[in-house]
C-alpha cells in the first residue's frame, strides 16, 4: 500500500485578539501560515492563558511538525494555530474557563484583519497550512454514537465551513492553500482505551471525504488564480507510520500506550522513555511522528505527487536519524545537512492534471490512498 498526497487533533486553548491592524511583514523569505489547533500549536494557547504545556506550550514532548517543515523549506514560520480550536464555533462551540476558543474560522479572519495588504510576494510565495477538525468530532461524540447527530450531515457542515474559510484566503490572494484531513484517530490511546475505534473510524472517513470533495470544488473555481489548493493525507501517513517495519525504523516501540497519562483524580504518571512512544498523551503524537509529519509536509509542499509508502517512509527516516532523534537532537537544534536537504525535492515537476485520479480513495483498503494533482506550488521566489 502506499500513498499520495491528499490528506491529529487537539483538545484545549484561547487565543489573544490583537488590537492594532497592521500590514503583513515584506519579506524575501516566504511565509508558512499555519492555522488549525494543538496539533499544530507552538505555543499560542499558552502565551494568551498561562502554563506551560508539554514542551514550551506545545502539546507534545518535542518540536512539532510544521515547525520541522519550515525549517527544510527555509520558510519563516507564522503560526496561528491555537489548542482545542475548532473548524467554527457556530457548529461546535469551544471555551476554555471563560474564554472563547478561536476556531479555524476566527483564526482566518483574525489573519485577514491584521493583514489587510500582503504584498504580491506573498500572495504569490507563501504556503498556507490547515490542521482541523478533531475537535469537532471530540464535542459532539455523544450525539454522533446517539444517532442524536445525523453524522452525514455533521461532516457537510463541517466541510463546508472548512471550505469557506480557504475560499476566503483564496479571495484575499494567496495561491498555495493546503488542507490535511483527519488523522487515524481511532487508533489514539483515548479511543482505543474506550474500544471505541470501530465507531470513530467511519466518523472519520464520511469527515474526510466530505472535505476533500468540497474542498475539491474550490480548487476547481480557482484553479485560474492560484498554484494549488489542495488535501494532503495524513491519516493515510498515520496509518502507514503505524506499521510494523515503519515504527522499527522510527524508532518507535510503543505505538498503543501513552507516555503522558492523568487519571480520574488527578494524578500524572509520565514515562521515562517518551520519544519512543508513538503517542504523547491520549490524542498526541510525541516527537518522532511529528518529525516524520513535517518532513513528508516539506516533502509535498515542494512536490505534491511525491508518493509514501512504507518504504519511502524507512528512507527519509534514515535521511535524518528520527529513530536517535528527540527535543536535543533534531533538525532545529542542529541544522540541516547536505544529506538531509537532499531527499527533499528542490524543484516542481510537471504534474498530472487528470481531475478523475484527483481526491481518490481506495475504500477497500484499511490505508487510504488519497491523491491530489493539481496545479503546483511554487518552490522558488519569484
Known sequence: ?????????????????????????????????VFGNSLSDTGNLVDAVGGSGFFGGRATNSYVWNEYTAKILGMQLVNRAYSGATSNNDLSPATSGNFSIPSFHDQVAMWL?????????????????????????????????????????????????????????????????????????????????????????PVVETINAATSAYVKTIADNNAAKTNGI?????????????????????????????????DADGKVDVCTDPDTHFFYDGVHPAGRMHYLWGIVAAVWTRDPNSTIDVNEI????????????????NIIVNGITPSESGVIPSTTSDYATDSSSDYATDSSSDYATASISNTPIPTKCH
Open 113 to 201: 484583519k491584521e493583514t489587510p495588504n500582503p504584498s504580491q510576494f506573498n500572495l504569490d510565495n507563501d504556503v498556507i497550512e490547515i490542521e482541523i477538525g478533531g475537535n469537532d468530532i471530540l464535542h459532539n461524540v455523544v450525539g454522533l454514537a446517539t444517532g442524536s447527530i445525523e453524522l452525514t450531515e455533521f461532516a457537510t457542515k463541517i466541510a463546508t465551513t472548512i471550505a469557506t474559510d480557504m475560499q476566503l484566503l483564496a479571495t484575499a490572494g494567496y495561491k498555495n492553500i493546503i488542507l490535511w484531513n483527519l488523522p487515524a484517530v481511532d487508533k489514539t490511546p483515548i479511543v482505543s482505551g474506550l474500544n471505541a475505534g470501530a465507531l470513530i473510524k
Open 1 to 33: 500500500m502506499q500513498l499520495k498526497c491528499g490528506a491529529l487533533v487537539s483538545w484545549a486553548g484561547v487565543l489573544f485578539f490583537a488590537s492594532t491592524v497592521q500590514a503583513a511583514p515584506v519579506s524575501v523569505t516566504p511565509n508558512l501560515i
Open 230 to 262: 489542495r488535501v494532503f493525507d495524513l491519516n493515510t501517513l498515520m496509518n502507514l507510520a503505524l506499521q510494523p517495519e515503519a515504527l522499527k525504523h522510527l524508532g518507535i516501540t510503543n505505538s498503543a500506550d501513552a507516555c503522558y497519562v492523568q
Open 314 to 329: 524507512i528512507r527519509l527516516a534514515g535521511a535524518y536519524d528520527i529513530d536517535d532523534s528527540n527535543r536535543e537532537n
